[in-house]
């Protein structure tokens, strides 16, 4: 068992593909090869039932947002899902409540609908994918949004990404500031990304 940082990755139907799997990717090969194990990631379902993303691409969470165990990090994908979740008070809440004690909230993609629908991105800079830049300003009108920007440190405390791939930076770039630029290179060389920031 890691020594460090959880990170609970929200898995939903019609999510992204690479919105949940690269996250994944980054801070699983993070934990299995950066200094001390300093991350491990599990997946949470809005049930405990199998998640069927774009594609077909189908996720069995290993929890359910009623028992999910506290995480130092919540990854919230995007994708068209996302926009079934802004109206599911229940998800809602619990997002509200995971961001209230997390080390670092994170969204990729069209996940900042979700934060923004749950009140998470009042007054803060914020990106989105391209597509959904009006709908997240609409949603959250005091956010700013960053448009062109690939991913945005929101706060200390959120960091946002723009669309798909995109969020395998952020996650990198979480690597880098949580555990060490080692640990987010020697990610990178595993993974063979082009990284940048």
Known sequence: MSTGRTVAILAFDDMEVLDFAGPYEVFNVAGELGEGAPFSVFSVGTTGEPVVGRGGFTVVPMWSLDDAPASDLLVVPGGAGAR???DDERLLAWVR????????????????LVLGAAGLLRGLPATTHHDAYD????????????????????SERVLTSAGVSAGIDAALHAVEVLASPRTRDVTVTEMEWGWRS
């Open 84 to 86: 079934r979740l802004l």
């Open 97 to 112: 409540e995971r961001a209230a004690e997390v080390e670092l909230l994170m969204s990729v993609c069209t996940g900042a």
């Open 135 to 154: 709908e997240l300003a609409t949603l959250s009108p005091s956010t700013e949004v960053r448009r062109g920007q690939r991913f945005v440190r929101s």
